[in-house]
């Protein structure tokens, strides 16, 4: 039942946004994990769920067609966006805007096999006032089963 | 007043904690960037901040005869702690508990040098219930002017 | 994908608690749908989620072996909570208790089984000062798949 | 001062959802319980409050001109959009959406007749993505003096 | 049913803490306004809590048997609170700690007289780390019907 | 370190509110200590932060080309709103509206020289339904190092 220190699906997801070259190790993508990236920003909380839901769609991260699975993946942004406003989702509404790039990962973190499926949902970037420049680093990380 | 791409403190902060190994640049000890790490496990929110406090404290990341300084601390403690908890900075109170690295990092991360210093706190580590193994991993990062 | 409207597990967990001769609808019982009951009252809120914890372990709501499963549990029981606190999960730190009884129902409350099975986790009782009597009603609900 | 078992106000506003059948019992009206009942789907979490202002306003529910009963039931209703929300309030700003039942019920519930009247605001529905199919049932409730 | 801006309930709750020396105007007292003072310091929330309510209860700022001022009350301490703390009602679990002075108006402070009573609760004073000079000011207003 | 009791930055600003004749006394004005005042009413959050925050550069407040005093400002404006909407930061999106007033006071309250100078941002006035007379008064505080 213990995470496999060298399956952590939270650091893979934030190695994925902390490094630009980082690449998912071989032997996980040879236990079928899955990941993938994109960017988004925006001063909608909206559409920071809505960007990672379509790039979690398109890039097969999820079976769409399952609610469950969608079900996974929104809890798993809406965590993430959490530590990026430090709890409360709201971005223009407080006037400030984010610029994030934003990974998923999708694979078994513990050592049971029993523990089926995991998602990780990253978000990093910067958070600040619609003006450039005014801004600081924000990160934020959601794991849910699957 | 743009971010130093090349001076990003919450990466700095965050990488410390990701790779055992890593250590600031020398590029940015070269400026007079300073930072240091620990550790603290607890079902106790007011234990993981004392932590940090104390860490930096007696490792001369602050000046704690000032509170200024003190409390741009203390703010970046409690927006790191609220990313672990996804917002409501709770472990005990609802039955969780954290095993946690921290790190902290003091530099300027802006082009301008009238900046000045920021700090960026990072935790990261594994957070669930308090039994070994019902846990997922968990981050957070406050960063805040000093 | 979308719900059946007669296998509603929200409504399920809350008639169990609102109408204590209720029974879990045989058609739902043949789908192999289960459901267990308790009572909690305390000014800890850690020990309203350990009552209902230790209440699906015992009557074999969940793998407890699984944290898939725990992990699943944990996040419905929170978001119960969150129903009975009117968002902030503070119970004694606020001067404040609940008597509660609480049901979990878990089952497939999708057209589609391939939405395999989701938990519901309700709470229902008083919540006011810790004098008796000065209290009201209050309600909770959390759902999640599993 | 202790509530009347037979007088549970939340217990009602509940049952008038849950059983769309479900008539307040004689014995209440004759003590000149009044409820109402309606229906509300949005994104917006304020066409929610909206909705069961004007409800209370258009069928006598309250009287409208004093504040003191318009304040009752807007923190009455905020109470059960913590619930449904699980406690941020937070709708299409998050990318999801309601489709709700909700009622009012107001009495005494009380066995001492100085405690005067309360009010009862209870919502039921769904929550989830704006999809079709993409939600789960949801449930809050709301008690307040007026 | 406008608010009578010569009869500013929070006005006057607030400027009894501000000012050591200030009293109800006589206007007020005449209209049957009553307010009270106390101190309080703690790193246990509730104990703030408690200390505004035994006041309250002490200087017949309420009848105390019955739950509806009980309630309202209740209510209007945790919205003060809500203000010293921003949001999270968290002081010793985020290692923080406060000394307050609070104050309890009760009057009416409509045109209209059917509006009936309120109360304000105010809460002023320091905020900080438990550490003598770690500390800034905060304040809380609370104001419900009764 | 400790607070200087003639010196107190918060207190300044509420006076400059609930007093309008009110004037920052000249001992202060000779240290440097700086205020200014605006009004601001809008069911947008994002309105009144806006509004605070062009004041405060349009009179000198702040620094605007440096990111550390707009940064210190608008967590600033933040803790000041989370007290007058009692902790979510939300007027319209729950249907409600706000007229204030904000001050904000610049200068050191310490008596050590070496704390710098701090920041106080208070909001007071009135929060209802967007109806004219259904509203109650509301106060925020936000204090911040800059
Ligand atoms: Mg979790
Ligand atoms: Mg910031
Ligand atoms: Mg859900
Ligand atoms: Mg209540
Ligand atoms: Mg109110
Ligand atoms: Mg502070």
Redesign the interface.
């Given at each position: 039942?213990?995470?496999d220190r060298d399956h952590?699906?939270?650091?893979q997801a934030?190695?994925l946004l902390?490094q630009p070259e980082y690449k998912l190790p071989k032997e996980l993508a040879d236990l079928g994990w899955r990941c993938c990236k994109g960017k988004v920003g925006s001063m909608?909380?909206?559409k920071v769920?809505?960007a990672v839901?379509t790039a979690a769609k398109n890039q097969g991260m999820i079976e769409h067609?399952?609610?469950?699975e969608?079900?996974?993946l929104?809890?798993g942004i809406?965590?993430a966006?959490?530590?990026v406003t430090?709890?409360?989702?709201?971005l223009?509404?407080?006037?400030?805007t984010v610029g994030l790039t934003f990974s998923i990962v999708r694979g078994n973190?513990?050592k049971?096999k029993?523990?089926?499926e995991?998602l990780?949902v990253a978000l990093y970037g910067?958070i600040?006032?619609p003006v450039?420049?005014?801004?600081?680093?924000?990160?934020?990380?959601?794991?849910?089963?699957i």
């Amino acid at each position: 039942m213990p995470l496999d220190r060298d399956h952590l699906i939270g650091k893979q997801a934030l190695m994925l946004l902390l490094q630009p070259e980082y690449k998912l190790p071989k032997e996980l993508a040879d236990l079928g994990w899955r990941c993938c990236k994109g960017k988004v920003g925006s001063m909608d909380a909206q559409k920071v769920v809505a960007a990672v839901e379509t790039a979690a769609k398109n890039q097969g991260m999820i079976e769409h067609q399952l609610y469950r699975e969608a079900h996974a993946l929104y809890h798993g942004i809406l965590e993430a966006l959490s530590g990026v406003t430090r709890g409360n989702n709201q971005l223009g509404t407080v006037l400030r805007t984010v610029g994030l790039t934003f990974s998923i990962v999708r694979g078994n973190p513990y050592k049971d096999k029993r523990e089926g499926e995991w998602l990780a949902v990253a978000l990093y970037g910067t958070i600040g006032a619609p003006v450039k420049g005014l801004e600081h680093e924000t990160i934020g990380l959601g794991i849910n089963h699957i």
